[in-house]
């Protein structure tokens, strides 16, 4: 397990659902901000990245004190994350846009989980998909 790669990725400037993104439903359940938000997206309306960065923070912020995930197969429940699974609950607004799932992962062939990876964030980031990649530390 090789901790020592890095990545920044940016939600455009402003996002707007397409109509095929429209249809398909949020993968949790949504509130306050998170809800809004998606209503909105729903509605076909543009919402800005400032708002999607203040909900996440928000989501952020509620969940403070919250457990470490060891066993990397809680990203329905979001009592403790792993810390892919955290950023999965913080950007929950936006999941319909971004394309973000849980895939099953599997160690050694072995006890799969349906999680969220970095690399299943990584996947949905990079040219013509809905994050940008502003740096990275690999070529």
């Not at 901790?3 to 397409?18: A, F």
């Not at 919250?66 to 950023?87: I, L």
Request: net charge positive.
């Amino acid at each position: 397990m090789r901790c020592d790669y890095l990545i920044v990725l940016r939600l455009p400037d402003e996002l707007r659902l397409s109509a095929g993104e429209i249809e398909n439903q949020p993968l949790v359940k949504l509130a306050n901000d998170a809800l809004a938000i998606d209503e909105r997206l729903a509605r076909g309306e543009m919402v800005s990245r400032q708002e999607i960065v203040s909900a996440a923070r928000d989501s952020a912020l509620g969940r403070i004190g919250s457990g470490y995930d060891f066993q990397f197969d809680n990203c329905r429940t979001f009592h403790r994350f792993s810390c892919s699974e955290f950023v999965y609950y913080c950007y929950k607004s936006v999941h319909r846009y971004i394309g973000l799932k849980p895939q099953k992962h599997s160690f050694a062939g072995m006890f799969a989980r349906t999680t969220v990876s970095p690399t299943d964030i990584y996947e949905v980031a990079g040219e013509g998909r809905k994050l940008a990649i502003i740096w990275k530390n690999v070529p």
